[in-house]
């Protein structure tokens, strides 16, 4: 990952180099050229003036397609000016990236960024199994994962009445609660290895239905939203940039997460026992449970 992110910096240079010497020399031959553009000009139209001034259905249909043409443009005007009023709107809002579909090539986008905001960097997310988020190579955070600084996470407890309730929302008939639990044991051993060579994990398990699946990468958080009956995968998703405007969404997300972590009633998963660590609003042990032994209610 390292040397991918310095072999791209190491051709960027060169580039923007090249870049701007053709700018620079096609500024220069437009200038040079611009005396005899004009009298090539001048020429033509003193050639076809004097040559359809006299044709008055050749004048009226050049009226008409210029009406035609001012029309469009004052439309395109009007839409661009109210195309720029919500892009300030979002703006304002800290929205720095909206992605309405999930096609190979917007995919493709996703994972990049999310590979690019959260390299070395600390990472938090909420989410359901994570088994299609950060388990699967193909997901958006299998390499973020691997190469954050810290992460919090949080799933949902397999064994939860949020898990019944979120699988019998989908319509799928062949996935069950049975299932989530078999993907949410595969998102455990996967944070389990990561664990094991010493990267700085904390997870926790929250118990009530999915509602917001965010991912929190340094100064940018991604956000969707858990419908009933639909894939996670297929809803919109939304990019928020941390910056100093009060207006942003980024705050209020922000501080949605860290209330759901410093929730006592939500324990922290040990890697070490496989038990439930429950503590208090002080920070302090209050009691364990085991996770493995626990039987779907």
């Excluded at 249909?61 to 009406?67: P, R």
């Excluded at 960024?113 to 997310?125: S, V, Y």
């Amino acid at each position: 990952m390292i040397k991918k992110r310095f072999l791209k910096d190491s051709i960027k240079v060169p580039i923007r180099i090249l870049y701007h010497i053709i700018i620079v020399a096609l500024s220069a031959a437009i200038a040079l050229s611009l005396p005899f553009t004009a009298s090539f000009v001048a020429r033509i139209f003193l050639v076809y003036r004097s040559l359809i001034e006299d044709e008055k259905v050749f004048l009226v249909s050049v009226e008409i397609v210029v009406a035609m043409l001012l029309i469009i443009f004052f439309n395109y005007i009007g839409k661009s000016w109210r195309d720029r009023k919500f892009s300030n709107i979002a703006r304002s809002a800290g929205i720095a990236y909206f992605f309405t579909t999930r096609g190979s090539f917007a995919q493709r986008r996703i994972k990049k960024l999310k590979e690019e905001q959260g390299f070395a960097r600390d990472i938090m997310i909420i989410g359901s199994s994570g088994l299609s988020t950060f388990v699967d190579p193909k997901g958006d955070l299998h390499n973020v994962i691997q190469n954050c600084r810290e992460a919090k996470i949080m799933l949902l407890n397999p064994y939860s009445e949020g898990a019944r309730i979120r699988a019998s929302s989908i319509l799928d008939p062949d996935f069950t609660v049975e299932k989530f639990g078999e993907q949410a044991m595969k998102s455990i051993d996967f944070l389990k290895g990561l664990k094991a060579v010493q990267k700085n994990i904390k997870l926790k398990l929250y118990g009530s239905a999915p509602f917001l699946k965010l991912s929190i990468l340094g100064d940018y958080l991604w956000e969707k939203h858990y419908h009933s009956g639909i894939d996670a995968q297929a809803m919109p998703e939304y990019v928020f940039e941390h910056n100093q405007n009060p207006s942003s969404l980024y705050t209020p997300f922000y501080h949605y997460f860290l209330i759901r972590w410093n929730n006592p009633d939500i324990p922290e998963y040990d890697f070490d026992t496989d038990e439930l660590v429950y503590r208090g609003i002080d920070g302090n042990e209050v009691r364990r449970e085991s996770f493995t032994k626990l039987e779907p209610q």
